[in-house]
């Protein structure tokens, strides 16, 4: 048996690929349409720009057997521009599993960095996908781990156990000595206002006064960050805005789950006002019934870092998707920000979402 590989549109293999995954049950839709708004929105709203498909096809029929997406992703550091590919939705049929497709189907990722289309690929694939990535040179990573403050421990406790209920008292203590001391530590941070924002307002606000980040960073338009984050079908998520009260300018935004339990996908900040775990620190702050602020991201990251440093616990991430993810990055030696995109102790990127 013969194979075929082909670059494509997402748009116009839309229906024929979707097909192909709605028939083996790959994503969490209940229904065909489930399945075609899940593809509208991830290849409209996951990529700054236009996203890519490479296909695997059956040479005598025609028949997909395997496919691979690439998301374009914008990041910065200082005042240079990194042009980023993110792959998804790679997935090979089951009889193929264990032919040369799925390798080719990935070699196609490390073709976009040689053809210097992008900068940089970074990664997310499960153990036989991770395992692939690392033969063809990328740089693994590990999965990401899930770092903790916890506001009140009183409803924690309880659901787990009634009786530990009594000690809560003492655990919200010992976080907020925590917390107490990790302010000391730090450079003082400007006293800015909360506020929830609706999608429309977010994207008119200015954002042009930010300084450069010393750190790589995602930057995304607010477009993006509406479609990526507040548009995800069968998916809540708050945004909120940081203000200095003196000039109501935009300091920093942050994309949430609902509170009680508060999980962050997304924050980004002007670094000369304040910095991504200050804004954190504020947002849980002025919020009611907090119970936990919990921030999935890469362990080796300059952001995991600062979050232990601000009283966080690190642990291994127990949410199935991001503890079975890895994450790995390939670039060219020779790209003039390689130490930069190959150590990530100087990133300070958000990679909770379960859709990259």
Request: glycine residues 6%; proline residues 6%; hydrophobic residues 40%.
């Amino acid at each position: 048996m013969s194979f075929e590989f082909k670059r494509a549109d997402p748009r116009a293999i839309r229906d024929e690929v979707v097909d192909f995954f709605w028939s083996h049950h790959r994503w969490p839709g209940d229904t065909r349409e489930d399945y075609l708004r899940i593809w509208d929105w991830r290849y409209s709203a996951l990529s700054e720009g236009p996203s890519l498909s490479y296909l695997a096809r059956l040479k005598e029929t025609g028949e997909v057997v395997g496919h691979i997406g690439v998301y374009r992703r914008n990041f910065r550091i200082g005042s240079t521009d990194i042009s980023v590919c993110v792959p998804g939705n790679l997935f090979v049929h089951p009889d193929w599993q264990q032919n040369i497709v799925g390798v080719r189907l990935l070699m196609f990722l490390r073709s976009l960095i040689q053809g210097r289309e992008f900068d940089l690929v970074l990664g997310f694939g499960n153990q036989v996908a991770n395992a692939m990535l690392l033969r063809l040179g990328f740089r693994e990573l590990g999965a990401m781990h899930s770092y903790v403050d916890v506001r009140d421990a009183g409803s924690v406790l309880r659901r787990r156990k009634p009786a530990l209920a009594v000690i809560a008292p003492l655990v919200n203590v010992g976080f907020a000595a925590r917390r107490l001391l990790a302010r000391r530590r730090a450079r003082p941070d400007a006293v800015l206002r909360v506020r929830k924002l609706a999608a429309e307002h977010f994207v008119s606000l200015d954002r042009s006064h930010w300084a450069p980040p010393a750190r790589l960073v995602a930057c995304e338009s607010n477009r993006f960050v509406i479609d990526r984050y507040l548009n995800e079908p069968q998916a809540e998520r708050h945004l909120y805005g940081l203000f200095d009260p003196r000039t109501d300018s935009l300091e920093a935004f942050i994309v949430t789950e609902p509170a009680p339990r508060i999980k962050i996908w997304d924050c980004q900040s002007n670094p000369a006002t304040i910095d991504s775990v200050s804004a954190i620190e504020a947002l849980a702050s002025a919020l009611d019934r907090v119970e936990t602020v919990l921030v999935p991201t890469q362990p080796e990251s300059r952001l995991a870092s600062d979050l232990v440093g601000a009283g966080f616990l690190d642990r291994e991430a127990t949410d199935p998707t991001e503890a079975g993810t890895y994450l790995s990055v390939y670039s060219l030696p020779d790209n003039p920000c390689s130490a930069v995109l190959s150590d990530p102790a100087n990133w300070d990127i958000w990679l909770g979402s379960r859709h990259y």
